[in-house]
């Protein structure tokens, strides 16, 4: 057990005591930042009932902890933890942050204050509505308005909340029932997030009522998408909000955002674009074309803390309009006096964390430029990664990436022995060859245990799924600005090595 020298400290002084513990965990931490060499672990994750016995049983005692205690405890959630920073963390759509992300953090944990209203938190306020405003700029909101939220998912919710009072607003005040309203309709990809469904349910509309359009590669049919309008009219219902996806969890594809948004306008519904993924594109000169047509849209959010590695979780969402906002409002006098710059008078909630801090210090730290940096960079990486693939004998791509997402199978030997790449593909998406069983059941088979072996030893973590028809694959989002070709190389060596031994056995 390590000891602390905090054990002499009072606890009655605490600003001794705070110097005491960031001096005590400043080396702990930055050992965590710095442990990224390819050749170690990215985490040591114990099952849950091996971890709870490592951490005592979590136990909260009637008396409290010493700092020794203390510190032994901090230092235990640093070595079970997976490292994010490590370059080879590439199981999800966020990575490592940087240490302007973590001095961000820091203030914010200071401060300890609620960004609801403007006189508790007018640094921060103001910081918010800066970075709210340049975003405005970017997607070519003229007259733009906006907030932070924790998460897409909470963004996409104010979006349909926002958008259902704006559109149908006896709603708000007499509720579905009562305001004879006739049942509400959303539509969204096929490939779109499950946050579309969690708003659908929460808000009681209805899971039934959320309209699956089908998306070959990815991407939302747009012909489909108006018949099905047309459908939900005739049968007297009232379609209201269409979901378009920038960059898809999945694929990493991107909707037709200028064609969709017509669609949207001629029949009186509101447009919204969850780019909690792909939306940091917009600072790119480089690959912007992807996103068209936000200047025609109602709404969009985007995550800064994915691609651009601000601390999670932030996510802003704007609005074509800042007053539409006002919709969500309830005019709680007795706490909002502040009008535009009581910001939490347009959520859905009230307690908000200083988030504005940690997105404008990033912001201003890295400049526009340096965002763009980062965004340019995980394309040229999943660039690199799909010519490796390709180039791979025993590796097969599931289709070309649009964006950072790579997403391929090992092929096994035994297969390849009998089919080329190219009809192993068309076989998968054909329901009707009777060779296409044998082969899903071969390449997961290989997916579920490659990923098991990689989740043993955890050298990288990476993560698979599945989609539409297709057998497991995996998926790995290059959102990391610390990998490099060097990496890439390491992770495709390890997956077909992996793959050999299972032949093996």
């Known amino acids: 057990m390590l000891k602390s020298k905090c054990d002499s400290v009072s606890m009655n002084d605490e600003t001794e005591q705070l110097n005491c513990w960031l001096d005590t965990m400043k080396s702990m931490i930055c050992n965590k930042f710095s442990s990224t060499a390819p050749l170690l672990k990215v985490g040591n994750v114990p099952s849950p009932e091996e971890l709870m016995e490592k951490l005592g049983g979590l136990n909260l005692d009637d008396n409290g902890s010493t700092p020794t205690e203390m510190v032994n405890m901090m230092k235990m959630i640093l070595d079970y933890s997976p490292n994010t920073q490590h370059p080879l963390f590439l199981d999800k759509l966020y990575a490592s942050t940087s240490p302007i992300g973590i001095m961000a953090e820091l203030i914010i944990a200071t401060l300890n204050t609620n960004a609801h209203v403007y006189n508790v938190s007018p640094v921060v306020t103001l910081m918010e509505k800066r970075c709210i405003d340049e975003m405005c700029k970017f997607v070519g909101f003229v007259d733009g308005g906006g907030f932070l939220n924790p998460g897409g998912s909470q963004s996409i919710l104010t979006a349909m909340v926002t958008a259902r009072n704006y559109l149908l607003k006896s709603i708000k005040h007499k509720g579905m029932v009562l305001s004879e309203s006739k049942p509400l309709i959303v539509f969204t990809s096929a490939h779109g997030h499950y946050s579309i469904d969690k708003g659908a349910m929460v808000m009681g509309i209805g899971l039934d009522q959320v309209i699956k359009i089908k998306a070959p590669e990815g991407k939302m049919d747009p012909e489909e998408l ?29 909707d037709n955002i200028n064609e969709i948004s017509k669609i949207c306008a001629k029949y009186g519904l509101w447009c919204h674009v969850d780019a909690s993924w792909g939306g940091p594109v917009i600072f790119s000169k480089r690959y912007k074309h992807l996103i068209n047509g936000l200047a025609n849209v109602q709404s969009i959010n985007i995550n800064p803390h994915k691609l651009l590695g601000v601390p999670i979780q932030c996510s802003v969402l704007l609005t074509y309009n800042k007053t539409i906002l006002s919709e969500n409002s309830l005019n709680a006098q007795y706490l909002f006096h502040g009008g535009e710059y009581d910001i939490g008078d347009f959520t859905l909630g009230c307690g908000r964390r200083a988030d504005g801090i940690k997105l404008y210090l990033c912001w201003m730290y890295f400049g526009t430029n340096g965002f763009a940096a980062k965004v340019e960079h995980a394309f040229e990486i999943a660039q690199y990664m799909t010519m490796k693939v390709k180039n791979t004998v025993n590796l097969l791509m599931v289709q070309d990436p649009s964006f950072v997402n790579t997403c391929f199978w090992y092929l096994p030997s035994d297969i390849l022995k009998n089919y080329t790449k190219e009809q192993i593909r068309d076989i998968l998406n054909d329901n009707q060859n009777s060779d296409r069983e044998h082969l899903f059941k071969r390449l997961e088979f290989y997916t ?33 600005f610390k990998v490099t070709n060097t990496h890439v190389d390491f992770i495709v060596n390890e997956i077909v090595k992996i793959g050999m031994k299972i032949e093996e056995r």
């Open 226 to 254: 108006e018949e099905k309008i047309k459908k939900s009219l005739q049968d007297g219902h009232q379609p209201f909000f269409v979901n378009c996806t920038a960059g898809t969890t999945v694929l990493g594809a991107f």
């Open 448 to 480: 579920s245990n490659i990923h098991k072996e990689l989740q043993s030893n955890l050298t990288i973590m990476i993560d698979y799924a599945p989609i539409d028809r297709l057998p497991k694959f995996f998926r790995i989002p290059f959102v990391s």
